[in-house]
């Protein structure tokens, strides 16, 4: 199994960012999908997840500026940054999940860097 992430960088205050996580040996759709962000120094926390059924779920302080979508053709899941704030410097990592049969995933995470 093999998450790769890509699309972080320097981003400006304000600015937009696209995150993609393409997904090899697993199908996307059968697992909740999720974004994760890491801190040095911190806890990883979860940004937003995508369930197998579609459904969406954001940590409160990013509702309203991230979305996170999935391309089930495409297999990859993506995570649209906007109005970006230097608070949003951090490891993003794709996690794939599915529960019931304790899988985890993870990817080998991005840096996105806000700054002006």
């Known amino acids: 199994v093999q998450l790769v992430e890509s699309g972080g960088g320097l981003g400006t205050p304000g600015g937009s960012l696209r995150l993609s996580c393409a997904a090899s040996g697993i199908i996307v759709s059968d697992y909740f999908m999720g974004w994760y962000r890491q801190a040095l120094g911190n806890q990883r926390e979860l940004v937003a997840v995508?369930?197998?059924?579609?459904?969406?779920s954001y940590a409160e302080s990013e509702k309203g500026r991230f979305t996170i979508s999935r391309d089930d053709a495409k297999n990859t899941v993506y995570l649209q940054m906007n109005d970006l704030k230097p608070e949003d410097t951090n490891v993003y990592y794709c996690?794939?999940?599915?529960?019931?049969?304790?899988?985890?995933?993870w990817g080998q995470g991005t840096q996105v860097t806000v700054s002006s």
């Open positions: 995508v369930s197998s059924g579609g459904r969406t």
């Open positions: 996690n794939a999940a599915r529960v019931m049969y304790s899988l985890s995933y």
